[in-house]
């Protein structure tokens, strides 16, 4: 089993790399108020998506964190 996720790691990465390799072409990225932004499509596509996983990680943890206040709560009413 270890070596079939290997195997699928490596090849989710060589997929990855080669897409990155084949859109190495400027890309512009045009902002509000006539601001752009030249880069390679794969640089901002791995740029927004690791935007996109830090604001989910980030929504989760808010509701991650509720939790452990609540029962911290109620361990400290089982408690007393």
């Known amino acids: 089993m270890r070596y079939l996720l290997w195997i699928s790691r490596i090849s ?3 997929l990855l790399f080669g897409f990155a390799l084949k859109n190495d072409t400027p ?3 045009h902002y509000y108020l006539g601001y752009e932004w030249h880069a390679p499509l794969a640089l901002i596509l791995l740029i927004f998506f690791a935007i996109g996983v830090g604001v989910g990680l980030m929504a989760g943890f ?7 206040r609540e029962i911290a709560q109620l361990k400290s009413k089982e408690k007393a």
Do not use: H, S
Not at 62 to 68: D, E, N, V
């Open 12 to 14: 989710l990465f060589l």
């Open 27 to 29: 890309t512009v990225l």
């Open 62 to 68: 808010t509701t991650i964190f509720r939790q452990r």
